[in-house]
């Protein structure tokens, strides 16, 4: 006798149809929790960069008894503090071709210039600017919680109170407020690259007012049609590091984390710190520890942090 062959049955079109539903669920659900764990992992290499660069100041300090100075060459094109941190960050061979007796652009700076460091860059910033700008940069040097960044104060305004700004020696010792309530470093994105469009988060404006305060300023930027594209400032922000300039790796604390930067000339800046993690900052103070920082910071305390004798009590941030 004949044995009967079983069939097997095929799937339905309906069964098909549910479980290409549920594997879209699946990848619906779990796609989040990857992008939330690659940005955890770019957000911790950023700390990392953070305390890198802590370390860096503390050694440079040990050896010249002060923080990387800025514009000590005179010109209008000054070398970045960034530059003398080179040898404390395993950078060594790059810190031996930087001309510091020249302007960041001139023809002996070309190789530093056009040096990209991972160092200085936070992995959570795609950034759009184009490489020909040279060495992008994330980390920025606390000016201060005032609207100008020099040693003499602009049109009458209060000299900087950071820890980096034109032509000037800071030492731990100036740093009255304590190490550790004083912000020494913050992220901030890169622009866009182009005046012909508008990024509120990253683009520096230019308002064409003349605040006398921070309070000022903070109103009057805040003000600013962004929509305006005559009122673009400046869009190559973050590049490249080895020049020493606002827009490069500088900001003040008179706008809250995460608002606009905006530029008030003559000599009237207001550089906001900014990122791509979300709620707020990661900054390093100049005790060497990295802190996350929330956008809802108290903005008195915020501006506090930035000032590095001002007698203020930080409380709980």
Not at 28 to 46: D, F, G, N
Not at 54 to 65: E, M, P, R, S
Not at 97 to 126: G, I, K, M, Q
Not at 248 to 268: D, E, I, K
Request: charged fraction near 15%; hydrophobic fraction near 35%; aromatic fraction near 8%.
């Amino acid at each position: 006798m004949k044995k009967s062959l079983s069939r097997r049955s095929a799937f339905t079109l309906i069964e098909l149809l549910v479980v290409i539903a549920i594997i879209a669920i699946l990848v619906a659900l779990l796609l989040p929790a990857v992008q939330q764990a690659r940005e955890a992992a770019r957000r911790t290499q950023c700390k990392n960069n953070l305390k890198q660069l802590g370390i860096a100041i503390h050694n440079y300090h040990d050896t010249y008894n002060c923080i990387p100075i800025a514009d000590v060459d005179g010109s209008s094109n000054p070398v970045s503090a960034h530059a003398r941190l080179l040898p404390y960050i395993e950078q060594d061979n790059l810190y031996k071709v930087v001309d510091f007796n020249v302007p960041y652009n001139h023809a002996n700076n070309t190789v530093a210039r056009n040096t990209e460091l991972p160092a200085f860059r936070c992995p959570s910033d795609p950034t759009r600017l184009p490489a020909s700008i040279g060495g992008r940069n994330n980390y920025y040097w606390n000016a201060g919680s005032g609207i100008v960044m020099y040693s003499s104060g602009a049109t009458g305004q209060p000299a900087s109170n950071g820890i980096v700004f034109h032509n000037t020696r800071i030492r731990f010792n100036d740093i009255t407020d304590g190490l550790s309530n004083t912000a020494g470093m913050a992220e901030k994105l890169t622009g866009d690259g182009n005046n012909g469009i508008s990024t509120p988060l990253v683009d520096t404006y230019r308002p064409g007012t003349y605040p006398n305060t921070p309070d000022e300023a903070l109103q009057q930027c805040n003000a600013t049609n962004v929509t305006d594209l005559s009122l673009q400032g400046y869009s190559n922000v973050g590049g490249p590091w080895l020049q020493q300039y606002h827009s490069t790796n500088q900001y003040n604390h008179v706008l809250p984390p995460n608002g606009r930067s905006c530029m008030f000339p003559p000599g009237r800046i207001a550089t906001t710190a900014n990122s791509q993690h979300t709620g707020g900052v990661q900054i390093l103070l100049c005790d060497g520890s990295v802190r996350f920082v929330t956008e809802n910071l108290d903005l008195k305390v915020w501006r506090s942090l930035g000032s590095r004798d001002g007698a203020e009590i930080n409380g709980d941030f």
